[in-house]
């Protein structure tokens, strides 16, 4: 009996190992780039990483849009900015990973932005929430440093 550690398949690898369709695997024959036996394993694989691709963005794009809008909670209607304890956006589900953009001010300091709105860190887990202000000649400011560049 072979122990199973030989029973491995590159122990028994052949030199031109026979390939393999990358949908159903069953064996490939003709060229030796072929990936699919068919047309048809060929769609099939595509359309399924396509469709994982846009279940990535879809997943993406709605961690951003939802950070935006617990940033745009916490601005509560016309204020220009807020100041929060961090965990009172983590308590709203805000994901700290997902950010649009960051913004450094000449003096070193770095927004987290997300679309038209951005958080700063202030010290003991206070964040300074602000809406991004738009000017033709550099598209987003945080409002609280508009007046200073
Ligand atoms: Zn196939």
Redesign the pocket.
């Known amino acids: 009996m072979i122990p199973a550690i030989f029973m491995r398949k590159k122990f028994f690898a052949m030199p031109n190992e026979q390939r393999k ?1 990358l ?2 695997e ?1 064996i490939i024959h003709g060229r030796v780039d072929k990936k ?3 047309d048809y ?1 060929r769609s099939a694989f595509n359309n399924k990483k396509h469709l994982s691709d846009r279940g990535l963005i879809r997943r993406v794009n709605y961690l951003l849009l939802k950070n935006r809008y617990i940033l745009e909670y916490f601005l509560k209607g016309s204020h220009p900015t807020a100041t929060i304890m961090r965990k009172a956006l983590s308590a709203k589900g805000f994901q700290f990973d997902f950010f649009t953009h960051t913004y450094h001010t000449a003096d070193g300091k770095q927004y987290f932005c997300c679309y038209d709105h951005a958080y700063i860190e202030l010290f003991n887990e206070e964040l300074l929430i602000t809406r991004i202000a738009a000017r033709a000649e550099s598209l987003f400011i945080p409002y609280n440093e508009f007046e200073q560049v």
């Open positions: 369709c949908t159903c069953r699919f036996c068919n394993c």
